[in-house]
């Protein structure tokens, strides 16, 4: 979609720091990061929010969805067990949906932050 940042970012005309990339799905580092590991996952065609998704879109969120746990554990996040199987290590995913829900970017995207819980800070 024309004027779309993210849009722009999957086509290449906006630069950004790719760690992920398949024929549907691109992974790249925010500019703003607020913790260690920020990372926004973004279908390549436009959808302007979740709430923009149909029944068509149920294997598309699941496949960003399931990608959310392979990235954690390349990027150091991941929920790992201690020796008495507690977990530890973890990361927090988040989409901001409209303007009440904080969305800024108008271009589906999930958001992966990890880090020792760098969101109460
Ligand atoms: P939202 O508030 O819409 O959920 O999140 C939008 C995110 O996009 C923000 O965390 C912001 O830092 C990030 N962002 C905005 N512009 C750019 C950009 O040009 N490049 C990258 N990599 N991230 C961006
Ligand atoms: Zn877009």
Do not use: R
């Not at 790992?80 to 977990?87: A, E, I, L």
Request: glycine residues 10%; neutral net charge; hydrophobic residues 35%.
């Amino acid at each position: 979609m024309e004027n779309c940042l993210f849009c722009k970012i999957a086509a290449g005309t906006i630069p950004s720091d790719k760690v992920y990339e398949d024929n549907e799905l691109l992974v790249f580092k925010d500019i703003s990061p607020i913790a260690p590991v920020h990372l926004l996952l973004i279908p390549k065609k436009h959808i302007s929010t979740l709430s923009d998704c149909t029944d068509h879109e149920t294997g598309l969120l699941g496949k960003m969805l399931a990608l959310v746990p392979k990235l954690a554990e390349q990027h150091g996040c991941s929920v790992k067990s201690d020796n008495k199987g507690s977990p530890y290590g973890g990361y927090k995913t988040l989409i901001n949906s409209g303007p009440d829900g904080g969305q800024e970017v108008y271009h589906l995207h999930i958001h992966l932050i990890g880090g020792t819980k760098p969101w109460s800070k």
